[in-house]
């Protein structure tokens, strides 16, 4: 079992940036995959974000945020970060971070095991 803490969100203008942070607890953070999902708003589909593999040297994005966003982890810390630059409006959500024990990377929220409470990214144009 993990348990997810996300902070680091907050309000931002349009073109600025933040970097999300989510902290692990438990053991063995270092065999889940991890990943990045947000919400626009309660009863939207949870939208993926970004994936990242059990040592870190494999990534997925979507084209909505390929260039401008990225994941990194720290296994000795028990953290995974997302930073994301050049925000746009569009990026306002609440952002979840979660965690998958398997091994490959998924884009879909059902394939992942544990998730933190969200953390809200406001950003205003």
């Known amino acids: 079992q993990v348990q997810l803490v996300e902070s680091g969100g907050g309000l931002v203008q349009a073109g600025g940036s933040l970097r999300l942070s989510c902290a692990a607890s438990?053991?063995?953070?270092?065999?889940?995959?991890m990943g990045w999902f947000r919400q626009a708003a309660p009863g939207k589909e949870r939208e993926f974000v970004t994936?990242?593999?059990?040592?870190?040297?494999?990534?997925w994005y979507p084209d909505s945020v390929k260039g401008r966003f990225t994941i990194s982890r720290d296994n000795a810390k028990n953290t995974v970060y997302l930073q994301m630059n050049s925000l746009k409006p569009e990026d306002t959500a609440v952002y979840y971070c979660?965690?998958?024990?398997?091994?490959?990377?998924?884009?879909?929220?059902?394939?992942?095991?544990?998730w933190g409470q969200g953390t809200q990214v406001t950003v205003s144009s």
């Open positions: 979660a965690a998958d024990s398997r091994y490959r990377l998924h884009m879909t929220p059902p394939n992942y095991d544990y």
């Open positions: 994936t990242i593999s059990r040592d870190g040297s494999n990534t």
């Open positions: 438990g053991r063995y953070f270092s065999n889940y995959v």
